[in-house]
């Protein structure tokens, strides 16, 4: 009787613990184009990033918007905005609006 429970704690503990894939978010596209659209309009380093959440404005129009902390040549560090607008039945972007902040919160 015992050889049977351990021998089924066992196999129960392999298999709560076997490796699971998981999916990249549904943002991560947009937050790579985020930070490309940023590097390449401030010339700058990305140093931190922070999905803020998505709106749906309306049904052919969505917005990701992403908080990123950024370095720049001079070594101004400074927080940005990105929001990117798209067609979520597509994924064809919209358009990239910018803001700065000088906070990380």
Same mark, same amino acid.
């Given at each position: 009787?015992?050889?049977?429970?351990?021998? =089924?704690?066992?196999?129960l503990?392999f298999?709560?613990?076997?490796?699971? @894939? @998981?999916?990249?978010?549904?943002?991560a596209?947009?937050?790579?184009?985020?930070?490309?659209? =940023?590097?390449?309009?401030?010339?700058?380093?990305?140093i931190?990033?922070?999905?803020?959440?998505?709106?749906?404005?309306?049904p052919?129009?969505?917005?990701?918007?992403?908080?990123?902390?950024?370095r720049?040549?001079?070594?101004?560090?400074?927080?940005?905005?990105?929001?990117?607008?798209?067609?979520?039945?597509?994924?064809?972007?919209?358009?990239?609006?910018?803001?700065?902040?000088?906070?990380?919160?």
């Amino acid at each position: 009787m015992k050889k049977i429970w351990i021998t =089924a704690l066992l196999a129960l503990l392999f298999t709560l613990n076997s490796p699971v @894939s @998981s999916a990249a978010p549904e943002y991560a596209k947009w937050g790579i184009v985020a930070v490309k659209a =940023a590097q390449q309009k401030y010339n700058a380093e990305v140093i931190d990033y922070k999905h803020v959440g998505r709106t749906q404005i309306k049904p052919t129009l969505a917005e990701e918007k992403f908080k990123l902390w950024i370095r720049s040549k001079d070594g101004r560090e400074f927080g940005i905005f990105v929001m990117v607008r798209f067609d979520p039945s597509d994924d064809q972007l919209q358009t990239i609006l910018f803001s700065e902040t000088d906070q990380w919160r």
